[in-house]
């Protein structure tokens, strides 16, 4: 039994090399241009994020040497820690008169 010949699917003809390279190089650009694009927009997003994250970090130090400070005062100012008990813990030192006046409300017209 004979087995049949395969055909090309150039027929009978031989394929044009300069045919087959510029197929060859628009499916290569176009490849290139799908994975360009899409790695453009990432970088974009990622510089994006990165951005993000500076401005955050540059906040997070500016507290930081806020709350440095304030501890440095809390350890060795002995009125700023008076201050803070007076103010924010209404404290008062041992004989001191408290006198509260009511909040006064604005008459109605």
Do not use: C
């Not at 500076?54 to 820690?81: C, G, K, S």
């Amino acid at each position: 039994m004979k087995l049949p010949a395969l055909v090309s699917a150039f027929g009978d003809r031989k394929p044009n090399p300069r045919r087959v390279g510029a197929i060859a190089m628009v499916v290569l650009a176009g490849g290139l241009a799908i994975f360009g694009v899409k790695e453009s927009v990432r970088t974009w997003q990622m510089r994006r994020a990165l951005d993000t994250a500076d401005r955050e970090l540059t906040t997070l130090r500016a507290r930081q040497a806020e709350l440095a400070r304030t501890v440095d005062r809390l350890r060795n100012d002995p009125l700023y820690v008076e201050q803070i008990a007076r103010e924010q813990m209404g404290m008062v030192r041992e004989g001191e008169t408290v006198l509260k006046f009511p909040s006064q409300v604005p008459p109605a017209r």
